[in-house]
């Protein structure tokens, strides 16, 4: 029974911290309400397509159209049927997610359906062909709102939804894992590592990469449809093509196969342009301003620092420690490059008249990063590794044993 | 030998890839806890036969049955669930897997609880997966692999990725297990090791044991029948000692110094 006990706890563990995110940020830090629920569905849609993408092995980039069916379906539905419902507003909210799962689940299995015969970039085209078509094809009906959008019943009051939304990124990420820690995930795993091998050793591969793609794009539309009726207003602009690729990069730079990484790298990539678009002075509240030398030579200084662990990283081998000397000299190297080339830079006039603001230069920060990141880490932040907690008493130094007695 | 059921057989099984004839009416059969060898020059088809065996191909004419059943065209999952299984020329293992893993999936096909189980993570899941663990752990102390089960396969020395490709056909428990080339790029004592091996799955395991190999002192050494290809044709079948005075067999294969 210790079984049930763990589980019991872990699934205790799990809604009081949904309810405790609702709780603390509706009482506390009403204005970023609406970022803790984006982060909840794009954690979902991150670990959602890791599971056909990474874990299956299918390049498909075209989410967006999955997170699109779920939000256009239960919008289309709750506009129908939420005057005449006697559930109240967060019932309805978990009807409406069921149904936007459903309707997403069914396209999921349609587009699975090429996987059967299309690989590599071939299906990642008709992936992001379908999303763009049916973007078209919803801007063009008229009853969805066309490309003017639809407004969502509840109008205007939504539901409260962060414990909602988080539950469902739990589940998401729960389902994952436990196909991964049993034997029955292996069966994905393969048809990812070798199709011809996988069907040999009796793999059904067709109903293993449709499998994968339903659960993916069913939990896509679940997000979808808790996204429309937490907003209120879709339109087809919502769910464009940068979109899937925002949600792409999260499972690329987490690290494709690492359940984890989608999570970290789903809430980085969320919140660093929102984090960005923020700056400011903390005292006078003043858009903050770099001026034009500093810029130009922390991006020299950057390019430097990047070739040079670049560098550490291909050519030495052996001892960690004087590697990791080596990596603190190159970091060191760039601060220095950093500080002459702004004060030499100082000296051209036309350079020295100019400023920027930070905030506007967020994007540029934000490509940066993930290219940097792509140079000296193209496995992803985690590569193929999950979190666990030996691995955290490994990091402590105790063995699990220790730490269980 | 007439008496013990027939396994494998083939009749007049032909492909064409176009305009060529890769395996060429070929006609043959295995009985049970047959060492049978196929052997012959480079391209004579038989890994084609191989592929034709398992699924991968559908044959243009001919049949191919397995204990009675018509298997030719069926999907290779299909016939791995029927019982044959196969190891690939060019090694094919599930590179980022662990070894463990690699023969799990093997094993997998003869689970039993459903796979929404898994999902929900519940104890019949949890428990078949251990089941498997140790299935698997049992076969790669066979195959002398056991010492490195949580290696990644990819990081396995050659001979002992051959020796994992024969564990994990060996999981999906089948009554036929086709090796192709299975020692390809080992070494004497390796092949010595892999010989005695081979003769254990067919003693022990009773497993019939069909096999392809161009080292001459492994499968005369080894195989109690042995079929000669050429071109897609049949040009030989009999014991090891007759197929090594066989005149035709000398012109197109072997050559005058065996
Ligand atoms: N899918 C295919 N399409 C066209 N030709 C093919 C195909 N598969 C095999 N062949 C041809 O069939 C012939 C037999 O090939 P096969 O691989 O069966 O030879 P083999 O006897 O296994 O040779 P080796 O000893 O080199 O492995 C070759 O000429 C090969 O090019
Ligand atoms: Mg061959």
């Not at chain 1, 995110?21 to 954690?43: H, K, Q």
């Not at chain 2, 019949?124 to 663990?133: G, H, M, R, V, Y």
Request: aromatic share 10%; glycine share 10%; charged share 15%.
């Amino acid at each position: 029974m210790k079984f049930w006990g763990v589980r019991g706890v872990s699934i205790l563990a799990g809604l009081g911290f949904a309810f405790g995110l609702e709780t603390m940020v509706s009482a506390g830090l009403p204005n970023i309400y609406r970022l803790v629920v984006l982060a909840g569905l794009f954690i979902t849609l991150a670990v959602s397509l890791n599971l056909i993408n990474g874990i299956t092995g299918q390049f498909s980039i075209g989410h967006a159209a999955f997170y699109m069916v779920g939000a256009y379906s239960a919008g289309f539905v709750s506009n129908q049927f939420y005057a005449q419902q006697s559930l109240g507003p967060q019932l309805w909210l978990v009807v409406m997610m069921v149904f936007g799962a459903f309707m997403a689940g069914i396209s999921g299995f349609v587009v699975g359906l090429p996987s059967l015969r299309l690989r590599g970039d071939y299906l990642a085209i008709v992936t992001l062909g379908f999303g763009e078509i049916l973007r078209i094809v919803v801007q063009n009906i008229a009853p969805l709102g066309g490309a003017y959008g639809m407004n969502v019943k509840p109008f205007g009051s939504p539901p409260k939804a962060i414990w909602i939304v988080w539950t469902l990124a739990m589940v998401c990420i729960a389902v994952c894992r436990n196909l991964l820690r049993t034997a029955h995930g292996l069966p994905f795993l393969a048809v990812r590592e070798d199709e011809v091998a996988s069907s040999a050793m009796g793999v059904n591969v067709p109903k293993t990469k449709v499998t994968s793609f339903v659960i993916g794009s069913a939990f896509a539309g679940a997000a979808g449809a808790l996204f429309a009726l937490y907003d209120t207003f879709i339109s087809p602009d919502t769910f464009k093509m940068d979109v899937s690729f925002i949600i792409l990069t999260m499972v690329v730079l987490g690290g494709t196969g690492s359940i984890t990484g989608s999570v970290l790298a789903a809430v980085a990539l969320f919140a660093i342009p929102e984090w960005l678009r923020t700056l400011q002075d903390p005292v006078t509240k003043v858009a903050i301003q770099i001026p034009g030398p500093s810029l130009v030579a922390t991006m020299l200084a950057v390019i430097v620092a990047v070739a040079l662990v670049k560098l550490i990283q291909d050519r030495f081998y052996g001892d960690k420690g004087k590697k990791l000397g080596l990596y603190v000299g190159a970091v060191g190297a760039g601060v220095a490059v950093q500080f002459l080339l702004a004060a030499l830079l100082k000296g051209v006039p036309q350079l020295a008249k100019l400023s920027f603001e930070a905030a506007a230069l967020r994007m540029v920060i934000f490509s940066a990063t993930l290219i940097i990141l792509m140079l000296l880490r193209p496995q992803g932040i985690l590569a193929h590794h999950e979190f666990s907690w030996a691995w955290v008493s490994k990091l402590f130094g105790r063995r699990p044993s220790e730490a269980n007695a | 030998m007439s008496e013990k059921p027939v396994v494998l057989s083939l009749d007049k099984a032909t492909i064409q890839f176009g305009g060529l004839i890769a395996v060429n009416s070929v006609t043959f059969d295995l009985y049970k806890g047959d060492l049978f060898g196929l052997i012959g020059p480079n391209g004579a088809g038989k890994t084609t036969c191989f592929n034709l065996i398992t699924g991968v191909y559908k044959p243009t004419s001919g049949s191919i049955k397995f204990n009675g059943k018509e298997v030719g065209g069926l999907a290779p999952a299909k016939i791995a669930e029927m019982g044959i299984c196969r190891t690939f020329q060019n090694i094919r293992l599930f590179p980022a897997l662990s070894v463990l893993e690699n023969v799990v999936v093997g094993a997998y096909l003869r689970h039993k609880t459903s796979v929404y189980g898994a999902y929900t993570y519940l104890p019949p899941a949890i428990n078949e997966t251990e089941s498997l663990k140790k299935d698997a752990m049992d076969l790669l102390e066979v195959m002398d692999l056991a010492d490195m089960a949580g290696s990644r396969s990819a990081d396995l020395p050659y001979g002992k990725q051959r020796r994992l490709e024969i564990a994990r056909a060996m999981a999906t428990k089948p009554d036929l297990i086709l090796l192709d080339e299975p020692a390809a790029g080992m070494n004497p004592q390796e092949k010595e090791d892999l010989q005695a091996t081979v003769r254990r799955i067919r003693d022990e395991f009773g497993k019939t044991v069909l096999l392809i190999e161009h080292d001459m002192r492994f499968v005369m050494g080894l195989c109690e029948r042995i079929v000669v290809l050429d071109h897609g044709e049949e040009i030989a079948q009999g014991s090891p000692e007759a197929i090594r005075s066989d005149p035709k067999v000398i012109e197109a294969y072997l050559g005058e110094a065996v």
